[in-house]
C-alpha cells in the first residue's frame, strides 16, 4: 500500500528491497481511455509523461488500449505509436465495447499480472478513477489519486505528489513494497506532447479476456450525454476568463461571460462562487474544480489561493484583475492590474469587441 517516503539513508537500491515476487516488475504502462470512439486527451497528455519516466529508469513505455474490434480502437492503437510507445499492449473483445468496471478491471488486472509493469498511470477522468480505484484494489497495491507531479527518486522508485491537507501542503508518496506503482492524473496537469505521426510502430501485444457478456452484471441499455458538462470545454481551452467573489453578485458575471464570449474563449469561476450559487459546478477551476491549461488566463476580483493557483499556473499568461495590490495572485500573475473588475472587465470587452471586429472586416476585404 501506500507509505510516505522513508528517510533515503534506510531505503538504498529499492529494486534489490522488493520482495522476491516483484521483482520481475518492469516498464511504465499508460491505460489509454478510449471511450465511445474518442481517445481522451490526458492519455496522451500521460504518454508524454510516461516517456520521460521510462527514460529515467531506462525501461519501455507501454500503452494499454481495451476496446471492442473498430476502427476507433485502430486508431488510438495508431496513435500510441505516434505518441510513444514501444509496445502496446491490446484486448479487443465486444464486452469491452462501452465502459464498465468489471470487465476492464478484469482485463487490466490480467495484463498487469502478465506483463508486470512496475508503473501504470490513469488519466483522473471519471472513468480513469473507477478503474483505478478497482484495479488498485484487485492487485492490493498503492495508488496515489490525482497527482500533480511524477518523478523518479534517486531509489528509481516513484515519486507521486500531491496536494494533501485542503491543499495547504503537498505530500510525495511512494508505493514500497508493492507493485505496480498506481497513479492517476488529471486532464491538463501535464503538458501534451507533439505525436510524430512518422515514428515507426512498436511491438503489439494481444490479450484475450476470459469474460463472457453473461458474466458481466452491469448492462449498457443507453447512453445519455450529460447536456451540461459537455458544452463546458474549459480545460482544454485557449482562452479562459474567469472571476471570483470580487465580483459581488451573480449578475455580474456577465461581465465575465461577455469577455470570454469576444475573445473566443471559456468562463470559469472560483470556487466560494459555485457555493453561492452564482455559476454551476462545472466552471469551478482549481484543485477541485477544472485544472487549465490555456494561453491566457483573466482572473478577475479572485484573491489567488494556493487551492485556485493549483488549477491555473500551467497558464502561459495570466493577467489578473484585483482591487487589493497585496492579493496573492500578484505572487504568480504575469501581469497585474490593480483596478476594480466591474469597470476593466466591460472596458476589456468593448476594446476588444472594436479591435477584434475591425480585424474582421480587414480580413474580410482582403
Ligand atoms: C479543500 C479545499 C479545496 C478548495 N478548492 C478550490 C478550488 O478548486 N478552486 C478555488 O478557486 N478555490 C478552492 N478552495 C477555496 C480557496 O481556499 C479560496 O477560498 C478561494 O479560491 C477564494 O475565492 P476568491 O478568490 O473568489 O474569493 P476571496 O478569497 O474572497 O477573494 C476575492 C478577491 O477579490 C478582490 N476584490 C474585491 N472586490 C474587487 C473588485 N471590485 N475588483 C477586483 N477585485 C476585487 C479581493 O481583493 C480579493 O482578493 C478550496 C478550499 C479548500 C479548503
Known sequence: MSEPAAPAAGRAGMRKELPEHFRDYRNVWVFIEL??????????????EGRKLADKLGVDLCAVVLGQKDEATRTAIRMTWAYGADICYICKDKVLADYRNEPYTSALTGLVNAYKPEILLLGATTLGRDLAGSVATTLKTGLTA???????????????????????????????????????????????????????SGRSVWYTLGVAEDD?????????A?????????AYADIVVAGGMGLQSAANFKLVRDLAAVLGGEYGCSRPVIQKGWMPSERQIGQTGKTIRP???IAAGISGAIQHRVGVEGAD??????TDPQAKIFEFAHLGVVADA???????????????????????EA
Open 295 to 297: 494561453r491566457l488566463y
Open 35 to 48: 471511450e465511445r470512439g474518442e481517445v481522451h486527451p490526458v492519455s496522451w497528455e500521460l504518454m508524454g
Open 216 to 224: 458481466v452484471i452491469t448492462k449498457v441499455l443507453e447512453f445519455v
Open 226 to 234: 450529460d447536456a451540461t458538462t459537455n458544452d463546458v470545454n474549459l
Open 317 to 322: 499568461l495570466i493577467i489578473a484583475i484585483n
Open 342 to 364: 466591474l469597470q476593466v472587465l466591460p472596458a476589456l470587452t468593448e476594446a476588444f469587441a472594436k479591435r477584434l471586429g475591425r480585424e474582421t472586416r480587414i480580413l474580410e
Open 146 to 200: 490525482d497527482a500533480t507531479e511524477l518523478e523518479i527518486d534517486h531509489e528509481m522508485s516513484l515519486a507521486a505528489t500531491r496536494p494533501t491537507f485542503g491543499g495547504t501542503l503537498l505530500c510525495t508518496i511512494h508505493t514500497l513494497n508493492f507493485r505496480p506503482q498506481m497513479a492517476t492524473v488529471r486532464p491538463r496537469v501535464m503538458a501534451m506532447p507533439e505525436p510524430d505521426m512518422k515514428r515507426p
